[in-house]
């Protein structure tokens, strides 16, 4: 059987999603995915299911007993409380239900359990912060010196920097290149490293573009958005492919 792989979804508490769409009316919260981190995910052979914004973090918790795999996605800022900032003048739009559901979740995933775990932008942020890390909430005011990370004018596929792997790192085995070319679409950032985690790439500006679990186990996330990619761009694939198969010797283990 292909593994089953949970992709958390974003959460809005707000009515847009519904209103603007003609989906839905005022008064009504929503759980949202982009179809690009299903589709990748289906492509490189993994069951995709979309796990919600639960009413108890517990009922999510109870699925990780069921899946192979688990997808951090990207999103809104996080909350800088739970890295024990208080919140700057440049913090975006936040959703502390996600928040605070979702960093559950990924200690749970993280500390007591052994399934693989890819975390995407947010993604990265979230499990950093999990790991008791913390995140520059906003680079022009807190790193002046770096270039633009957020091209949001940019076609969603389009490289717009590149970043430099660690030779000794999973994902150096994965893309088997020293350097890859990314799109960029993040105005937060990985500041201080969180339990067991260690910086695997890098933009030329020296901010964290990618971070792993110490050891054997597939524990990787990255700062772009591969999955917004792997129309255009084809060669961005292994990353999913190679998390699927992981997920898959997950499932014969267990």
Not at 24 to 30: A, P, R, T
Not at 208 to 234: L, T, Y
Request: overall charge negative; glycine content about 8%.
């Amino acid at each position: 059987m292909k593994p089953l792989i949970g992709i958390c979804a974003n959460y809005s508490s707000g009515s847009s999603a519904g209103t603007v769409t003609g989906l839905g009316l005022l008064g009504q919260e929503w759980q949202l995915l982009s179809a690009d981190y299903v589709h990748s995910i289906e492509r490189a052979g993994g069951i995709p299911i979309i796990l919600p914004v639960t009413e108890n973090v517990e009922t999510a918790e109870l699925m990780l007993g069921k899946l192979d795999g688990i997808l951090f996605t990207g999103g809104s800022d996080i909350d800088s409380q739970l890295y024990g900032e208080y919140p700057s003048y440049d913090l975006g739009p936040i959703e502390p239900k996600r928040d605070l559901h979702e960093v559950s979740l990924a200690k749970k995933a993280l500390f007591q359990s052994d399934i693989p775990v890819l975390g995407i932008c947010r993604g990265m942020q979230l499990l950093n912060v999990a790991a008791e890390g913390s995140l520059y909430q906003d680079l022009k005011q807190q790193q002046p010196d770096c270039f633009n990370h957020s091209v949001i004018g940019a076609p969603i596929h389009h490289p717009v920097h590149d970043v430099t792997v660690d030779t000794d790192s999973k994902l150096h085995e994965i893309y088997q290149s020293d350097t890859l070319a990314v799109n960029s679409f993040h105005h937060q950032a990985v500041k201080d490293l969180g339990i067991d985690f260690v910086a695997t790439a890098f933009s030329p500006d020296g901010l964290i573009e990618g971070m792993e679990w110490k050891g054997d186990r597939f524990v990787c996330a990255v700062q772009w958005h591969p999955e917004m990619m792997v129309d255009k761009v084809p060669e961005v694939m292994p990353l999913f492919t190679t998390f699927v198969k992981e997920c898959a010797k997950a499932q014969i283990a267990r």
